[in-house]
């Protein structure tokens, strides 16, 4: 009995620190509470800053990650989310460091806030660090690639 615990303490650590920082990412963005996801990886201060941007514009409505940066010093992912009251969108860029045991998320901040004139299609992620990504404009309300 005591070896069926050991494997699953084992099965379940491996499984954690399997998760890519993508997938991270993207569960805590599509969270029914996206500030508690966040602070399980965040501080405060870096949870505060996306909770006044969705203050700001309303309950996300969409979100698309990709991974930018890979190192053996940190993981850096790029999401472009949408809100609803900004369709337009911002891209955030969240950072990750890996402490041999979990990911810690070391810092977030805002890469662009895409203009409310226009809404984003066809969206391709620049994989290269401190970038964004490149989106066709589309007009508002039209069906997203």
């Not at 599509?30 to 966040?38: D, F, G, I, R, V």
Request: charged letters at 20%.
């Amino acid at each position: 009995m005591k070896f069926r615990y050991v494997f699953l303490i084992i099965l379940s650590s491996n499984v954690a620190a399997s998760l890519s920082v993508v997938d991270i990412t993207s569960s805590m963005l599509s969270a029914e509470n996206t500030m508690k996801a966040l602070s399980k990886y965040y501080s405060s201060d870096k949870v505060e800053l996306f909770k006044g941007v969705t203050i700001e514009n309303g309950s996300i409505t969409r979100s698309e990650c990709d991974q930018n940066h890979d190192s053996e010093m940190f993981d850096s992912v790029v999401c472009y989310v949408s809100y609803q009251n900004l369709p337009s969108g911002v891209v955030w860029e969240f950072y990750y460091f890996y402490d041999e045991e979990k990911w810690i998320g070391t810092n977030l901040g805002i890469i662009e806030v895409i203009p409310a004139e226009h809404c984003v299609g066809n969206i391709e992620f620049i994989k290269k660090f401190g970038q964004s990504m490149k989106y066709e404009k589309i007009v508002c309300g039209r069906p997203r690639a």
